[in-house]
């Protein structure tokens, strides 16, 4: 069964930083194309950034609101997503969802990350 | 960049009714690359369909999609309880890589 665990959001202060991880099982991790989601409270779903399995070369991309302050990576040995998010702000408050495969076809039960003073 | 319209913003019908919700996109997307999620109160969106018409795993046949272009359709034949949902439509592009998703259509019980 796939698993995702998605963990570390709370509330940061504008400006600041977070670092959200996704524990993964279930499936062969090392082959998989992982991306994050994000829903802003009662709002609709907006990608994030996604990272290729190593064999297809390993790349990210990013949506354009967060290129530049957030970094998709992965430690296939640990079986891990990460999401680093830095100069954070308010309108980055979200649940951050990670999601598996090219189709995003499972999804974890996310995070909530509050930017706020 | 593709902009994704879903239609209506919400649908109120009754369980037993046939539900027809539109994503209509501001420019022609592959057919391969068109997904439909549903995404219940307080859960995670669920792929429901991908490749504008092939079920995802588990998905009971009443959830059927069609359309080409930039006019794709999710059908539900017979909606039972557990269908009223929110419903996003989803689209993946190659240049740039990005994934766009549609506002979402309410599907609510009358």
């Known amino acids: 069964e796939v698993q995702l665990v998605e963990s570390g959001g709370g509330l940061v202060n504008p400006g600041g930083s977070l670092r959200l991880s996704c524990a993964a099982s279930?499936?062969?991790?090392?082959?998989?194309?992982m991306t994050w989601v994000r829903q802003a409270p009662g709002k609709g779903l907006e990608w994030v950034g996604r990272?290729?399995?190593?064999?297809?070369?390993?790349?990210?991309d990013y949506a354009a609101l967060v290129k530049a302050r957030f970094t998709v990576s992965r430690d296939d040995s640990k079986n891990t997503l990460y999401l680093q998010m830095n100069s954070l702000k308010t309108e980055d408050t979200a649940v951050y969802y990670c999601?598996?495969?090219?189709?995003?076809?499972?999804w974890g039960q996310g995070t909530l990350v509050t930017v706020s003073s | 960049e593709i902009v994704l319209t879903q239609s209506p913003g919400t649908l109120s019908l009754s369980p037993g009714e046939r539900a027809t919700l539109s994503c209509r996109a501001s420019?022609?997307?592959?057919?391969?690359?068109l997904a439909w999620y549903q995404q219940k109160p307080g859960q995670a969106p669920r792929l429901l369909i991908y490749?504008?018409?092939t079920r995802a795993t588990g998905i009971p046949d009443r959830f059927s999609g069609s359309g080409s272009g930039t006019d794709f359709t999710l059908t539900i034949s017979r909606l039972e309880p557990e269908d009223f949902a929110v419903y996003y439509c989803?689209?993946?592009?190659?240049?740039?890589?990005?994934?766009?998703f549609g506002q979402g259509t309410k599907l609510e019980i009358k």
């Open positions: 999601t598996t495969g090219a189709i995003l076809d499972f």
């Open positions: 279930g499936f062969t991790f090392n082959n998989a194309w």
């Open positions: 990272i290729k399995s190593k064999a297809d070369g390993g790349t990210t």
């Open positions: 420019q022609s997307v592959s057919s391969s690359y």
């Open positions: 490749g504008a018409s």
């Open positions: 989803q689209q993946y592009g190659t240049s740039p890589p990005k994934y766009t």
